[in-house]
């Protein structure tokens, strides 16, 4: 899930122990904000599903990157994204003045 279907954490060089430690937390928030959109979705529409020969079923994508598709389209940019934050978080919450 880090590495290539999701975050691509390889790819950031950073060295500074608070930024890795800010980005863990980003990447934290942001796998509970696709979760919670999978799940959304899943509860909207019926998700497809693969049968295999033994009859067990599997969603044909998971609840993560299902949810993570829908986070992306409605969030383009850091801007929009505090804003999405702050239309989703409860107004006595501290979450926003981290982001």
């Not at 980003?26 to 979760?35: D, E, R, S, T, W």
């Not at 509860?43 to 693969?50: A, L, S």
């Amino acid at each position: 899930m880090a590495k290539t279907n999701g975050f691509n954490l390889e790819q950031v060089a950073f060295q500074d122990t608070n930024k890795i430690r800010l980005l863990i937390a980003f990447v934290i928030v942001v796998y509970i904000l696709a979760i919670q959109q999978g799940i959304l979705q899943q509860k909207k529409e019926t998700v497809r599903q693969i049968r295999y020969s033994n009859g067990t079923t599997y969603r044909a994508v998971s609840i993560f990157r299902d949810g993570l598709y829908r986070l992306k389209e409605k969030v383009g940019s850091v801007g929009v994204f505090r804003t999405y934050l702050e239309q989703i978080t409860p107004k006595k919450s501290n979450l926003i003045k981290i982001v």
